[in-house]
């Protein structure tokens, strides 16, 4: 048996939630009993971070961070209770740096599908076209896991663009 980190009320090891308060005893899955008792946090590789002075979570300001691209990673860069933790500040950078990386393949993406159908007169279009779907599903898909990783508390690194964050 051990306490609860938000209202100290007895809880069992294996219990995921404490019965009196709501508080998750998971490290970066927030409740609304965290929420509004906002307490140091740890993210699932150990490092701690501690809650916002605007009551807004760590975690959820890193997920919020990817919500509209580059702007939005921006606004969380520079906003002050959000600039100085480093667990939202790598995932605001990411997320500009995926957003701009996403626009750069998207246009080459394009230029080279307009260059091979002039080549071909249109002729294989119906081949460019799925795998135009399947790119744009596969961006979405990756941008959504990267909002679900923040949110969880992990630091998840985009290859190659992880580093530069």
Excluded at 110 to 136: K, Q, R, S, W
Aim: charged fraction near 10%; aromatic fraction near 10%; charge should be neutral.
């Amino acid at each position: 048996m051990s306490s609860c980190t938000n209202c100290g009320a007895v809880v069992a090891d294996i219990s995921a939630f404490c019965g009196k308060c709501g508080s998750s005893r998971i490290p970066g899955v927030v409740t609304a009993a965290d929420i509004a008792a906002p307490q140091n946090r740890e993210t699932r590789d150990g490092a701690k971070v501690a809650g916002s002075s605007s009551g807004l979570p760590p975690n959820i300001a890193a997920a919020l961070s990817y919500a509209f691209g580059a702007p939005s990673g921006a606004l969380f860069l520079f906003l002050e209770p959000f600039r100085s933790n480093a667990f939202v500040r790598f995932h605001a950078l990411q997320s500009i740096f995926f957003t701009v990386a996403s626009a750069i393949f998207a246009i080459t993406w394009t230029i080279a599908t307009e260059v091979f159908e002039a080549i071909t007169g249109g002729f294989l279009i119906t081949l460019i076209i799925p795998i135009d779907g399947l790119l744009m599903l596969a961006g979405i898909g990756y941008w959504v896991s990267l909002m679900y990783r923040a949110c969880a508390g992990d630091q998840y690194q985009v290859p190659i663009l992880g580093r530069l964050a």
